[in-house]
């Protein structure tokens, strides 16, 4: 699929999930019940029991979202799909809960659903990955930034598969695996190339079309993301 689908499968992703709070707010628990998916089976006791639960939680507030992964156009059990996995914080009567809810946009009849009700994140505490949370508290600003730039090169929907490599000179599988241990990853090659083709690339590849989901992803304009790729260079120069 093209980079513009990309970035409209994204945006329709987080519509329907700002459409699915809205309506459990507002009581309408069948509306927010068509928007759901269950590809397994077992849809009525499975939705009596998601909009029994949710209506007990309201009313919610979404606080953020920001897109985590995007999947293009495959085959699976359920049918031909794209996938959108969005990293969701939201306040509802037990506090505020982060998790995921994950979106299949099915291309033929040009419908996103919700996969997974996330009812069990909120009902349950929060899980965390306390060692990725200890090590992004450990982090400097520029660390946090570089973190964010390899995150949208992995995940986002800035660069297509069939170009990555020679965009990069690595494969995705080997920029996630330095995402993966970053900031304490070795200062390889690997390392330093993917750090450089992530900032190259985000600051001078064509993303016009994108630009709509770079936010979230990139916590700065891609004019001060420029600056920060210039000092970056200038430190990696010889004294």
């Not at 969701?88 to 009849?109: H, L, T």
Request: charge should be neutral.
């Amino acid at each position: 699929m093209s980079e513009q689908q990309s970035v409209e499968v994204c945006a329709k992703a987080l519509a329907l999930i700002r459409s699915h709070f809205t309506h459990l707010n507002d009581g309408r628990l069948e509306a927010a019940g068509q928007q759901l998916l269950f590809p397994s089976g077992g849809e009525n006791g499975r939705l009596a029991v998601y909009v029994h639960e949710m209506s007990k939680l309201a009313p919610f507030r979404l606080l953020t979202t920001s897109i985590r992964r995007f999947e293009g156009v495959c085959k699976r059990r359920h049918g031909t799909v794209a996938t959108v996995l969005v990293d969701v914080r939201v306040s509802c009567s037990p506090g505020e809960r982060d998790f995921g809810i994950m979106v299949e946009w099915f291309p033929k009849i040009d419908v996103s659903l919700i996969s997974i009700p996330p009812t069990k994140w909120f009902l349950e505490k929060p899980r965390r990955d306390d060692a990725a949370l200890a090590r992004c508290a450990g982090m400097t600003q520029d660390e946090k930034l570089i973190e964010e730039c390899l995150r949208a090169a992995v995940d986002g929907p800035f660069f297509p598969d069939w170009e990555f490599h020679a965009l990069f000179g690595l494969y995705r599988r080997e920029v996630a695996a330095v995402l993966e241990s970053w900031p304490r990853s070795d200062h390889d090659n690997n390392t330093r190339l993917a750090i450089h083709s992530a900032l190259c690339n985000l600051t001078g590849y064509p993303l016009s079309k994108s630009m709509a989901v770079w936010p979230n992803f990139i916590s700065v304009s891609r004019e001060e993301l420029s600056d920060f790729f210039d000092r970056w260079l200038a430190a990696q120069s010889p004294a």
